[in-house]
């Protein structure tokens, strides 16, 4: 498994993952189609955004850091999604491993946040197994849609 830099080739990778409804059942449901591009170009050019590839050259996800406002102040949040063609396999434990090598060898990044939904097991246990400490249960939201999530947080640097 590898990482790599996020393309324009990888909008159907975005579409397939965004509009799928297993994908993005702790998100709030599936994105409407025609907010594909809008996606697509935010992530384009932003090192930090990364797509998730099999050893056998298979886009599987991607996984990201970005900057997030939460209590008034601008946090680097992580986070990840796989196809569920791709779930169970490893890579998503594999690719935050990465992840989290490439940041530490950067000054620019104290702590990471990550806020999976309160049922989603899976991201929750990655968090655990990272060594993410959970700060507790917030509201949260992505696009219109009201969340419970668990706050976790991963301190990179004392």
């Known amino acids: 498994m590898e990482l790599s830099a ?12 965004e509009t799928d409804p297993v994908v993005m059942a702790e998100l709030g449901g599936p994105v ?3 907010a594909i591009p809008a996606l697509h170009r935010r992530r384009l050019g932003d090192p930090w955004w990364l797509v998730v590839v099999t050893d056998e050259d298979e886009r599987a996800g991607t996984i990201g850091i970005w900057e997030s406002e939460h209590a ?3 946090v680097h949040e992580t986070g990840w999604m796989l196809l569920p063609a791709f779930h169970g396999r490893g890579l998503a434990s594999a690719a935050l491993r990465q992840l989290l090598d490439r940041a530490r060898a950067v000054a620019r990044f104290e702590q990471l946040h990550a806020w999976p939904g309160v049922t989603n097991g899976a991201s929750n246990a990655l968090c655990r197994k990272f060594g993410f400490e959970l700060l507790g249960e917030e509201e949260g939201a992505y696009r219109d849609a009201r969340l419970r999530v668990n706050h976790w947080v991963l301190t990179l640097r004392p």
């Open 6 to 17: 996020y393309t324009d080739a990888d909008i159907a990778l975005t579409e397939a993952m």
């Open 72 to 74: 008034g102040a601008v």
């Open 32 to 34: 409407p189609a025609e």
